[in-house]
């Protein structure tokens, strides 16, 4: 599904993606976890070319996006992205939210947007906030309202960047549950993540990476419970304990 070559990062003098091979295979669930400033979130902007990399492929489903003339409008079609912030338009409703890129950017009718919006929010669990704007919305509703906008494309891998960081503890869980659900269904994911636990239960392989490269990667139970990598074993020493 998503297979990154050789991927090379650099803002300015600074490196921080170091030669980054990475492959994903479809209906996989691939955790990422390490320090800040490790090239985590990096990583995850450059599978859709959200940061353009220095050198290297990034390929998605055997589509080379890095090459000259790649139409990456078409291809991030293919893609949803969720973030840390929610990203919402706070002049938009909820529904409008959600309806507003397949109406402008696929022509799908009105009528036909707005039922699958619906269809959506009910799935994660917001049918009765469809009207609602964004500031009538608590931290983990906005979140859920940004997954279902990023379903609205109908997406083949669907990438999560620390999308639970900014929200209190108590409103972690109900994000989490949505990403349980994708995951059940067979959707493909890239998760940057802090929740360990998530990544315990749902992850089908845990990836270590800190400096730009991957350290350490395997079954989640194995990466945490037993690493083989030292500065594996320091980070999670720290954030298990």
């Given at each position: 599904?998503?297979?990154?070559?050789?991927?090379?990062?650099?803002?300015?003098?600074?490196?921080?993606?170091?030669g980054?091979?990475?492959?994903?295979?479809?209906?996989?669930?691939?955790?990422?976890?390490g320090?800040?400033?490790?090239?985590?979130?990096?990583?995850?902007?450059?599978?859709?070319?959200?940061?353009?990399?220095?050198?290297?492929?990034?390929?998605?489903?055997?589509?080379?996006?890095?090459r000259?003339?790649a139409?990456?409008?078409?291809?991030?079609?293919r893609?949803?992205?969720?973030?840390?912030?929610?990203?919402?338009?706070?002049?938009?409703?909820?529904?409008?939210?959600?309806t507003?890129?397949?109406?402008?950017l696929?022509?799908?009718?009105?009528?036909?947007?707005?039922?699958?919006?619906?269809?959506?929010?009910?799935?994660?669990?917001?049918?009765?906030?469809?009207?609602?704007?964004?500031?009538?919305?608590?931290?983990?509703?906005?979140?859920?309202?940004?997954?279902?906008?990023?379903?609205?494309?109908?997406?083949?891998?669907?990438?999560?960047?620390?999308?639970?960081?900014?929200?209190?503890?108590?409103?972690?869980?109900?994000?989490?549950?949505?990403?349980?659900?994708?995951?059940?269904?067979?959707?493909?994911?890239l998760?940057?993540?802090?929740?360990?636990?998530?990544?315990?239960?749902?992850?089908?392989?845990?990836?270590?990476?800190?400096?730009?490269v991957?350290?350490e990667q395997?079954?989640?139970?194995d990466?945490l419970?037993?690493?083989?990598?030292?500065?594996?074993?320091?980070?999670?020493?720290?954030?298990?304990?």
């Amino acid at each position: 599904m998503v297979e990154l070559r050789g991927v090379h990062k650099s803002f300015g003098s600074v490196e921080v993606l170091r030669g980054v091979d990475l492959t994903v295979t479809r209906g996989e669930v691939v955790v990422i976890i390490g320090p800040s400033g490790g090239g985590k979130s990096t990583l995850l902007r450059c599978v859709n070319l959200l940061e353009p990399v220095t050198s290297g492929r990034v390929l998605l489903e055997s589509e080379d996006l890095t090459r000259p003339g790649a139409d990456l409008n078409r291809v991030r079609r293919r893609i949803g992205m969720v973030f840390q912030q929610f990203n919402l338009f706070p002049h938009l409703s909820a529904i409008d939210n959600l309806t507003l890129a397949p109406r402008k950017l696929l022509k799908v009718p009105r009528a036909q947007a707005r039922e699958r919006a619906l269809t959506l929010l009910k799935r994660v669990g917001l049918a009765d906030k469809a009207g609602a704007y964004p500031r009538q919305l608590s931290g983990g509703q906005q979140q859920r309202v940004a997954i279902a906008r990023a379903l609205m494309m109908d997406p083949h891998v669907m990438l999560f960047d620390e999308v639970t960081s900014a929200l209190d503890p108590e409103l972690v869980s109900e994000v989490l549950d949505v990403m349980r659900d994708l995951a059940s269904s067979g959707m493909t994911m890239l998760c940057v993540t802090h929740e360990m636990g998530f990544a315990r239960e749902l992850g089908d392989r845990l990836v270590f990476i800190d400096g730009g490269v991957i350290t350490e990667q395997g079954r989640p139970a194995d990466v945490l419970d037993r690493p083989t990598h030292e500065r594996t074993r320091q980070f999670l020493h720290k954030v298990l304990r």
